[in-house]
């Protein structure tokens, strides 16, 4: 569990076991929700209210978001990575051809990323100390810095001093999957590298927005563990940063695991039913936090979902290093894709929803 939680794994599936239905019908009909109302939100009592849970999430998305949905797309800069997780296809052992993209080779995806109107870019990287260092990320984000009006990074964790240096050179989010909030099981399925280090990474995002990042990415990978518990561990995690990061803003993300090239079965496989009511609730739950929906999931799951809860989507992505324009024949993807619509099929289903697309929501100058 998150390890200012104090409660136990045992203790968050047995109160959410005893759930009542009008415990949930109360957390439904509160103006504001707490802790405690997310966890009977995620009970098993509420998934017979999904149509209520839907109608109330989306009038809290309404009032913060308003009709919009915001785009972005991920840049994948180098699959190259030093670490064992084993339900990722760009870990050590596995056999897959590298690539690390040369500054010029990253100005060019960025630029074929920008022709399709995206203005906000996550830069995404394996964990390779040797070659994806602070160095490296501040020239590559100075340079996209001019292309991109927004600029996040979901690369290894980095000390305080490092995401100081990051954030100067243009860097605005941070995005870091803790994978699972259980200690066993996170050094089960990392056995080798420096990410084998639960307690480093669980306090990645309190360094990143100690350091003055704006928005800190947070999430669990679905289906490594029982959903509830690690839903329970991430609303906590997002609670206390909150409160020690408050000038940042939270985004929640629910990437679901899809299958890996050697056979990676999850544990506790997440049904479709079962994410949306969880991103529901947290939408009820934390009305004013970002949300984004992956683009692991189906179109028709994520057009619904971004109606009701999620206000942020990826758009045409590619997880390839190279894949928008220098290896665009090729793929060597961390994991698989289930929308694979063009950005203008992503911006027209928005518009279809009713809703207004977005590309551009900051820019670093409004900050100064
Ligand atoms: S999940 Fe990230 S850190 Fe783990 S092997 Fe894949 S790229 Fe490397």
Redesign the pocket.
């Known amino acids: 569990m998150f390890p200012e939680l104090k409660f136990s794994e045992a203790q968050i599936l047995d109160y959410c076991d005893s759930v009542t239905p009008e415990a949930v019908e109360v957390s439904l009909a509160k103006d504001r929700c707490d802790y405690f109302d997310l966890l009977n939100l995620i009970s098993p009592a509420a998934a017979v209210y999904i149509a209520a849970m839907r109608k109330r999430s989306t009038l809290a998305r309404r009032r913060y978001y308003g009709k919009t949905v915001s785009v972005y797309a991920p840049l994948y800069i180098s ?1 190259t ?1 030093v ?3 084993k ?6 052992h596995h056999r897959a051809e590298r690539k690390i993209l040369t500054l010029d080779e990253i100005r060019r995806e960025g630029e074929a990323v920008r022709k399709n109107g995206i203005d906000s870019l996550l830069i995404v990287a ?2 390779d100390p040797k070659h994806m260092t602070v160095d490296f990320l501040c020239e590559a984000g100075r340079m996209l810095r001019k292309i991109f009006s927004y600029l996040a990074l979901e690369v ?1 964790p980095q000390d305080e001093a490092g995401y100081r240096e990051l954030f100067a050179a243009g860097y605005d989010g941070v995005t870091c999957f803790q994978e699972t909030y259980d200690p066993n099981l996170y050094r089960e399925l ?1 056995p080798a ?1 420096p ?1 084998g280090d639960y307690t480093y990474r669980v306090w990645t995002q309190q360094r990143a927005g100690k350091a003055g990042f704006r928005t800190l990415g947070m999430a669990f990978l679905l289906g490594l563990a029982p959903w509830r518990s690690e839903a329970a561990s991430l609303a906590a995690h997002a609670i206390y940063l909150m409160r020690e990061c408050f000038q940042s803003k939270i985004q929640f993300a629910f990437p679901r695991i899809t299958p890996v090239s050697d056979g990676f079965q999850p544990g506790h496989p997440v049904g479709d039913a079962e994410l949306e009511q969880m991103m529901l609730a947290f939408r009820i739950v934390f009305p004013e936090c970002c949300m984004t929906v992956s683009t692991r999931e189906a179109p028709e799951f994520r057009d619904r979902i971004v109606r009701s809860c999620a206000d942020n989507m990826s758009a045409g992505s590619r997880v390839t290093p190279g894949g928008y324009a220098v290896l665009a024949d090729r793929d060597v993807a ?1 994991f698989t894709l289930n929308d694979s619509r063009s950005p203008a099929a992503v911006y027209d289903a928005i518009r279809r929803n009713g809703q207004e697309v977005v590309f551009k929501n900051w820019d670093s100058r409004i900050g100064l």
């Not at 339900?87 to 050590?92: G, L």
């Open positions: 699959n990575c670490n064992s997780c339900y990722c296809d760009f870990n050590i394996g964990e290894a990392h590298g990410k961390q």
